[in-house]
């Protein structure tokens, strides 16, 4: 959970701080819907608190993933397009 977390707020700073605040909306969006989905599906399965933080695991390392996959797929192709050679 913490190296999720480390490679989540380094990916997510890195789109704050490069400009891609549409790409961090995206990610927070689909976090918020994943969340209340997994929340939903804990409650209406009656699983407890133990399978709940499994679930919210899963959930913010999908998140930390699709925050690196921006991070690699538009900073750095920017970067890449301008640099001169």
């Known amino acids: 959970m913490l190296l ?3 490679v989540q707020n380094v990916a997510s700073n890195l789109l704050v701080h490069t400009g891609f605040f549409r790409e961090v909306a995206r990610v ?3 976090l918020m819907i994943l ?3 997994m929340t939903a599906a804990v409650v ?3 699983l407890d608190i133990v399978d709940f933080i499994g679930g919210y ?6 998140d930390a993933a699709l925050y690196v996959f921006y991070a690699l ?6 970067a890449a ?5």
């Open 57 to 62: 695991v899963a959930v913010y390392v999908a």
């Open 28 to 30: 927070a969006t689909v």
């Open 35 to 37: 969340m209340a989905a």
């Open 44 to 46: 209406l399965a009656g």
């Open 4 to 6: 999720a977390n480390l």
């Open 81 to 85: 397009k301008v640099a001169p050679r």
């Open 73 to 78: 797929s538009k900073p750095f192709r920017f």
